[in-house]
């Protein structure tokens, strides 16, 4: 788990990065909570989802906002944010040239910026966020959602309310060809508290069923075209 420093659109940033040992691994990057209340790649969270990819063979990398640790520049409301994971995305694109394909995972802030980054690269076929902040943010722009996911939220947030996100969930679940899972960690307040097993368990069973059904659409891609 190297410490790495990239280029960003508005100087360097800080990060970890995981290469996976197979030349054809999967990628996935992890985004962490607002920068102006604490959030930073090491968010425990973060670091559990983080650790979800790793064990599952993907290359993954976590990595610091602008403004945040190491990294340079100030906090941008989002904005540069976006900009700043895109530059990261770019990055671990450099490295794995031969990934057959993308995940992203948030938590919180980092789960707005995840979902505004999938609208933009195609490439990304599945997320993870983690108590999105349906409240206070327009998700209007996952118009329509171009990917399947998991949403976990905790029934105690006391930041975001429980029905804000089961409306967003239920939202995207309902259009074509796009399956939202909507999971509820009990007794959870917004940071988790004594509650990040239960949520590290939903993120590994959701990342294995999906991988699962991933490789056995695949398989039968294949043997329909061998049949041809």
């Known amino acids: 788990m190297p410490d790495v420093i990239f280029n960003g659109p508005d100087g360097r940033l800080e990060g970890r990065y995981h290469q996976s040992k197979k030349p054809d691994a999967p990628i996935a990057i992890v985004l962490h909570p607002h920068s102006l209340h604490g959030g930073n790649m090491n968010n425990r969270i973060v670091y559990a989802m983080y650790n979800a990819f790793v064990e599952r063979g993907f290359s ?72 999105p902040p349906a409240n206070t943010e327009d998700f209007s722009f996952l118009a329509p959602c171009p990917s399947s996911g998991l949403i976990a939220h905790g029934d105690s947030d006391e930041s975001i309310p429980i029905d804000s996100v089961s409306k967003l969930a239920q939202k995207l679940g309902a259009q074509k060809n796009i399956e939202i899972e909507f999971t509820t960690i009990k007794g959870a307040d917004h940071f988790y508290k004594g509650k990040v097993d239960l949520l590290n368990k939903e993120i590994s069973r959701y990342l294995d069923e999906s991988l699962a059904s991933g490789e056995a659409k695949q398989k039968k891609k294949a043997s329909a075209k061998k049949k041809k």
Request: proline share 3%; with cysteine; aromatic share 16%.
């Open 60 to 131: 993954v990398l976590r990595f610091n906002f602008r403004g945040v640790g190491r990294s340079q520049g100030v906090f941008d409301s989002g904005i540069g944010e976006l900009s700043d994971a895109a530059y990261a995305f770019d990055w671990m694109q450099q490295f794995n040239k031969n990934s057959p394909y993308c995940w992203i995972g948030g938590y919180s802030f980092g789960a707005l910026i995840s979902m505004e980054l999938m609208m933009r690269r195609p490439e990304i076929g599945g997320f993870i966020s983690v108590s």
